[in-house]
């Protein structure tokens, strides 16, 4: 069975760290790109990050840029988000999703976890 399981979030103060994982499971990640995206309360799902498992290209969106950092485990299928200096804004579900390539297009991905919901106190 084909899954993409997300984890690590959690509640943290602005300024304060996280991990997020992405774990995949009935698949090797090894030639797709997973992104990380985030929905906020009544706002469209974003984009955040992507990652191109073959060759460890990466893309950030520029409200990340500096903050976050996505990097990738092949050998145990596994893509992190290690998020720093994290703001209230950055409150969110983040979902990890798999795809050929990297796009902040939603509609190019084939699987989607469930989420795990981020929240950062002021």
């Known amino acids: 069975e084909v899954q993409v399981v997300e984890s690590g979030g959690g509640l943290v103060q602005a300024g304060g760290s996280l991990r997020l994982s992405c774990a995949a499971s009935?698949?090797?990640?090894?030639?797709?790109?997973i992104t990380w995206f985030r929905q906020a309360p009544g706002k469209e799902r974003e984009g955040v990050s992507c990652?191109?498992?073959?060759?460890?290209?990466?893309h950030y969106q520029y409200f990340v840029k500096g903050r976050f950092t996505i990097s990738k485990a092949n050998a145990k299928n596994t893509v992190y988000l290690q998020m720093n200096n994290l703001k209230p804004e950055d409150t969110a579900v983040y979902y990890c999703?798999?795809?050929?390539?990297?796009?902040?297009?939603?509609?190019?991905?084939?699987?989607w976890g469930q989420g795990t919901q981020l929240t950062v106190s002021s």
């Open positions: 999703a798999v795809g050929a390539f990297c796009t902040w297009y939603k509609g190019g991905y084939e699987h």
């Open positions: 009935g698949f090797t990640l090894d030639d797709y790109a």
């Open positions: 990652i191109s498992m073959s060759d460890g290209q990466t």
